[in-house]
């Protein structure tokens, strides 16, 4: 089976510009979450989105958004793009969005390196 | 607020050592942890998954440990390998969100 697949792999932007960001989950999984990891740190948590509809939100600016589409794909949309925002921009996919830690489980795809100049 | 810490925050040891690293954070109301490994410039990899019921999980030269009361998990890795070499990174899941807060890892260089 394959994995959680993001596209693209890497994006150069320049400031102001506006990104849009692509994740599919694994087959059978209905939530999916973004994280940003910038150089050097841990994964910070963005979204969970879980049968279209979002279940959680981290500490980001409202020029971050995303949404889940009715075969559980994701996007990630970025405006009006900022130096800091250059990152590693990872998605995870699980079974479901609460329960039984086996359910919950997060597995990642490979991310997206978004360059921001 | 929870926070995760993790020490040491890089680490080089020679093939074959024994490791243990270490993961600490400051609310002991999680729901399972995770560690996972990470080379440069790629996604994570899930090693292990310990429930919040559990006190440790194995997964060949694996273990990790958990400590909910102390706040504190280890994964200990036997017989170290240049394969090894990574980022370790732990990670928590605050009770009743399923949201992974992550430390910001262990650089780990093997050499042979």
């Known amino acids: 089976d394959a994995g959680v697949t993001q596209s693209p792999t890497h994006l150069i932007k320049t400031r102001g510009q506006h990104v849009t960001l692509r994740c599919s989950p694994i087959s059978g999984h209905k939530s999916v979450s973004w994280y940003q990891q910038v150089l050097g740190q841990g994964p910070q948590f963005i979204f969970q989105?879980?049968?279209?509809?979002?279940?959680g939100r981290g500490n980001f600016p409202d020029r971050f958004s995303a949404r889940q589409f009715p075969n559980y794909s994701s996007e990630l949309n970025v405006n009006a793009l900022l130096l800091g925002d250059s990152a590693l921009y990872l998605c995870?996919?699980?079974?479901?969005?609460?329960?039984?830690?086996?359910?919950?489980?997060?597995?990642f795809g490979p991310g997206t390196r978004l360059t921001v100049l | 607020k929870q926070e995760v810490t993790q020490i040491p925050a890089a680490l080089s040891v020679p093939e074959g050592e024994n490791l243990v690293l270490n993961c600490s954070f400051t609310?002991?109301?999680?729901?399972?942890l995770q560690w996972f490994r990470q080379d440069p410039g790629k996604g994570l990899t899930s090693l292990l998954l310990i429930q919040s019921s559990q006190r440790e999980q194995t997964s060949g030269r694996l273990n990790a440990s958990l400590d909910k009361s102390s706040g504190r998990s280890t994964l200990y890795i036997a017989a170290s390998q240049p394969g090894d070499s990574a980022t370790y990174l732990c990670a928590v899941v605050p009770g009743g969100y399923n949201k992974l807060i992550f430390g910001a890892g262990t650089r780990l260089a093997v050499h042979p």
């Open positions: 989105y879980y049968e279209k509809e979002e279940r």
């Open positions: 995870a996919s699980s079974r479901g969005a609460s329960g039984s830690p086996s359910y919950n489980e997060q597995f």
């Open positions: 609310d002991s109301a999680i729901y399972n």
